[in-house]
């Protein structure tokens, strides 16, 4: 999600714009057909980082991570 709109994408590297006035938050998750899992979510600014990289949780009931990358 990029500020509360969905945006379906799969694995491997995305680009989105954003807004360059204001922030925006990201939100990830990993679903199958009966749940959502793995949320993590980053508040990106304007001179935030321009790649933020997420990392599935080893357990479905876990937490994922995001954080920016290099």
Known sequence: MFDGHGHPAQWGTGTWQASADGEATVSVYLYNRVWRFGVASAVVGPDGP??????APLLPFLRGSL????
């Open 50 to 55: 321009a790649r933020l990289v997420y990392r």
């Open 67 to 70: 954080r920016a990358g290099s």
